[in-house]
């Protein structure tokens, strides 16, 4: 798992980037939660907390737990989470 986390999150590290500098747009939106709500589908998220991006990997039917930076154990309780890749290879965006 750590390995496939390492590449995802070169990847999206590498998107993040060219959008951040105005050379990408995504015209798709991907799925999206925030804290509190019900997780839609099983997989890999990540969001940007603090001027850092973080992963979690979330579980469908479970409640999103508020994010503990591991650093500063501030807690975060308004964070929205982008999927990045279902467990079950399915469609990433909202249709």
Known sequence: MKNKLQKLLDEYQE???RFT???????????????????????VYSAQINGKIEYRELIQGYKVEPFIDSETQQVYNDVTWQLL???NGGNVYRN
Do not use: A, F, W
Request: aromatic letters at 10%; hydrophobic letters at 15%.
């Open 15 to 17: 998107n993040y980037n």
């Open 21 to 43: 500098y105005g050379h990408y747009l995504d015209p798709k939106v991907r799925i999206s939660i925030q804290t509190g709500q019900l997780c839609p589908h099983t997989g």
């Open 85 to 87: 890749r279902r467990e």
